[in-house]
């Protein structure tokens, strides 16, 4: 019964964790492209697909 | 994530502008547009979302759109800037599936303590697991219910009910009485049903937005904006780029081959021809001199103009035909969703069947407590949640494999609307037609005609020229040297080619309606190359298959009879000839009242009240932008198949609609007896409420295949 006072608490902290982070994620438009997502690991340099306008690293 | 932006940026503040980018096909393009305009000066980055086909650059606000087009051009892509109303990612969907998120925690964590109430836990475990779930219950409720509860208040407000008022009714009875349930030690706590109900409905809700979303994405990537601005004359003679809105009347504006109009005007300097098709629906190009009226919307297809405004704005003919076109549009709103004409019966019955157990209980002699406890478990066994995801998950998978089959369906309504069409107009030019001519007599051309023809055909943008040119460079022509070409618009070209005059033009003899042009070689008698403007494949096909559907077609146009005479008999069906934007409303609106579901498919500006009018209407991916608004839904590619499909499919989606409607009425007529007879505990509320839940979504999946 005490075990479940401890555990009840830390499960719900978890899951809201987790409701955060799906929250941040939804904000920061992450969901908004996900056919782009897909396709962008086919792109050989990721540094120059990600940061368009950095300089080139050699 | 705080990315170096580049030297630029430090010093002046940026500006982002959206382009849909409809050619983009994969990684490699993602790449090359991502790379490809930073590297231009000016723009410090550009961001590819490739599911929406657009991009996001942001740039120095100096740089002008024109010079952005250009460089879109330049790496090999048609890009068109998309006003921000349009391109602003949609919050309702954001919005629902937050709250989804949280309903969804909170049906989880509940029903884990509601599993090991309903296993047997007593006493002070019991009252701390419901007092536990109350803590998550309430907060969820207060921000997940808000969708149901705000559509519930309007409803009321308006002096109708919805879907919404049974369910806001139910979960704030459920709530209220676990609340009391909880304080006063009780054994039956409904917070997991309350919360449990939220989740499925609101995955229903989310479900249509989605779908909204999909198909408003899809159309405004394929918008071709029609006159973002213009270059206006300043009277130091400089030329600056203005916004369509900042245009004023009496600005001269300096219009290029090509461009399209953003204003009404009379010509002031050059002489030129305009496809006017977007607004008269007349295919072929008018020849307009100095003096000559010109409208907003008009492609210039010949030289250079000088423009001096007269109307700009919500004064030029184009937003007379918008104005038309919002009013007509106002008869369709007040078409009542299926699931809102069932909720017209279905509210009533709910609250009548739970008052009446309320009572019948009362006079029973079982207490009110007992009786209240029975009334709630009625409310929540009825609550629609099969039939709130019912509907969209059926339209949601029918608009997915509608999609896919090139036609974008705009919202839920649209495929309703859809399957109970009766009656079929098509506008002719861009709808039956592909719109753009194409040579019929072309083999009677020796080889010196035609490679004249095709020397003198590609120094003008006139559309002939231009169909001339694209048939003539098929065939593998190879053009003569033909020198000292000039063009005179309304006349034609001529040139020379070896010391005899050649002249390609408009024909010095009647050809009967037909669009036709002229070849002239010296003294030779001059020789007519005839136009059709061919139908879309397919279309024949789709008339007959719509005719077995039981929809009979015609045509109202816009042009000219004899072409309009033809297509219709071509395609063995009745057609109008010479209606303007006004008239075409009125023939709709005179089918309405007799009593048919007209399906409007048009493509023009002038198409855009009637597609307004229609019960549910329908435009191509070619069509003007204005249209594709109006339009329900839009179909990609050439071919008129898509129209007859999204009928089969629309009647396909409501088949299943009425199927899921039917299990949702079965499973009451179990469940509700049982909850009226006291015998439904919380328990077998929550199998319930989620078994049916499940059934209607996989009857709903069954759609996958509908539009083949």
């Known amino acids: 019964m005490n075990g479940i006072l401890v555990l009840i608490p830390v499960a719900l902290g978890l899951g809201l964790l987790g409701l955060f982070a799906f929250f941040w994620a939804v904000g920061r438009g992450q969901f908004d492209d996900l056919d782009g997502a897909a396709l962008r690991i086919f792109i050989d340099d990721a540094g120059d697909s990600r940061t368009p306008e950095a300089p080139d690293v050699d | 994530m705080n990315r170096p932006t580049g030297l630029l940026c430090a010093e002046t503040a940026l500006v982002t502008s959206r382009f849909a980018v409809p050619g983009m096909r994969c990684a490699g393009c993602i790449a090359k547009l991502e790379t490809g305009l930073p590297a231009m000066a000016g723009v410090a980055a550009a961001r590819v979302n490739f599911t929406a086909r657009q991009v996001l650059v942001s740039h120095d606000p100096a740089l002008a759109m024109p010079d952005l087009v250009q460089a879109f051009a330049g790496l090999g892509f048609e890009a068109n800037p998309i006003q921000d109303a349009l391109g602003a990612p949609d919050s309702e969907a954001r919005g629902l599936v937050k709250a989804l998120a949280v309903a969804g925690f909170a049906a989880m964590n509940i029903m884990l303590l509601s599993v090991s109430v309903w296993s047997g836990a007593g006493g002070v475990t019991r009252?701390?697991?419901?007092?536990?779930?109350?803590?998550?219950?309430?907060?969820?409720?207060?921000?997940?219910?808000?969708?149901?509860?705000?559509?519930?208040?309007?409803?009321?407000?308006?002096?109708?009910?919805?879907?919404?008022?049974?369910?806001?009714?139910?979960?704030?009875?459920?709530?209220?009485?676990?609340?009391y349930e909880s304080a006063t030690h009780g054994a039956h706590a409904y917070f997991d049903s309350a919360v449990m109900l939220l989740f499925f409905l609101l995955a229903g809700r989310w479900l249509d937005a989605v779908m909204r979303d999909r198909a408003r994405d899809g159309v405004s990537a394929l918008l071709k904006h029609m006159a973002p601005g213009a270059l206006v004359l300043a009277d130091d003679g400089g030329s600056h780029w203005h916004r369509a809105d900042a245009l004023q009347p009496g600005m001269t504006l300096l219009v290029a081959s090509g461009e399209r109009l953003a204003a009404d005007g009379l010509i002031l300097d050059g002489r030129s021809h305009f496809d006017q098709s977007l607004i008269t629906g007349e295919a072929m190009p008018v020849a307009i001199g100095p003096g000559g009226r010109v409208l907003a919307g008009t492609l210039n297809c010949g030289d250079a103009v000088q423009v001096t405004v007269t109307a700009a704005g919500a004064d030029t003919s184009i937003a007379d035909i918008a104005r038309l076109m919002r009013d007509a549009a106002q008869g369709r709103s007040r078409y009542v969703r299926i699931a809102d004409r069932a909720a017209r019966f279905y509210a009533p019955a709910v609250h009548a069947l739970a008052l009446l157990s309320f009572i019948g209980w009362m006079l029973a002699g079982a207490g009110w407590h007992q009786s209240l406890l029975i009334a709630v478990a009625v409310l929540i066994i009825t609550c629609p949640c099969a039939l709130g995801l019912a509907v969209p998950a059926a339209q949601i998978v029918a608009s997915g494999a509608l999609m896919r089959a090139g036609v974008l369906v705009k919202d839920g309504s649209a495929l309703e609307r859809l399957a109970e069409a009766n009656a079929c107009v098509f506008d002719k030019t861009g709808t039956l037609t592909l719109g753009h001519p194409e040579p019929i007599d072309l083999p009677r051309l020796d080889p010196d005609a035609a490679g004249v023809a095709l020397a003198l055909a590609r120094c003008s943008r006139h559309p002939l020229s231009e169909a001339l040119r694209t048939a003539l460079a098929a065939a593998g022509t190879r053009p003569r040297q033909v020198t000292l070409i000039s063009e005179?618009?309304?006349?034609?070209?001529?040139?020379?080619?070896?010391?005899?005059?050649?002249?390609?033009?408009?024909?010095?003899?009647?050809?009967?309606?037909?669009?036709?042009?002229?070849?002239?070689?010296?003294?030779?008698?001059?020789?007519?190359?005839?136009?059709?403007?061919?139908?879309?494949?397919?279309?024949?096909?789709?008339?007959?298959?719509?005719?077995?559907?039981?929809?009979?077609?015609r045509i109202l146009s816009g042009d000219a009879a004899a072409t309009v005479a033809m297509v219709a008999a071509e395609l063995g069906i009745p057609g109008e000839a010479g209606l303007d934007p006004a008239t075409k409303l009125a023939r709709i609106n005179a089918l309405t009242g007799a009593g048919a579901r007209v399906l409007m498919v048009g493509d023009g500006l002038n198409d855009g009240p009637a597609l307004a009018a229609g019960h549910v209407s329908m435009a191509p991916a070619s069509a003007a932008d204005a249209s594709q608004m109006a339009a329900d839904a839009v179909f990609l590619g050439s071919s008129l198949a898509p129209v007859a499909i999204?009928?089969?499919?629309?009647?396909?989606?409501?088949?299943?609609?009425?199927?899921?409607?039917?299990?949702?009425?079965?499973?009451?007529?179990?469940?509700?007896?049982?909850?009226?007879?006291g015998l439904v505990t919380p328990l077998i509320a929550a199998l319930a409420m989620s078994g049916s839940s499940i059934i209607v979504v996989a009857n709903a999946l069954r759609l996958k295949g509908a539009a083949r």
């Open chain 2, 488 to 553: 005179t618009p309304g006349e034609g070209l001529r040139g020379q080619w070896r010391g005899q005059v050649v002249r390609l033009g408009r024909p010095t003899i009647e050809t009967g309606g037909m669009m036709a042009t002229a070849l002239l070689i010296g003294n030779a008698p001059e020789q007519i190359i005839r136009f059709i403007d061919p139908l879309r494949p397919q279309a024949a096909q789709t008339i007959r298959e719509l005719q077995h559907l039981g929809l009979g077609s």
């Open chain 2, 127 to 179: 009252d701390l697991f419901h007092l536990l779930s109350a803590l998550i219950a309430l907060p969820t409720i207060a921000y997940a219910g808000q969708p149901f509860y705000r559509s519930a208040w309007r409803a009321l407000q308006a002096g109708h009910s919805n879907m919404d008022v049974p369910i806001s009714i139910g979960v704030s009875l459920a709530t209220a009485l676990s609340l």
């Open chain 2, 646 to 677: 999204a009928i089969r499919a629309a009647r396909a989606t409501q088949a299943v609609v009425r199927q899921n409607f039917a299990l949702a009425i079965g499973y009451n007529i179990i469940a509700v007896p049982l909850a009226m007879a």
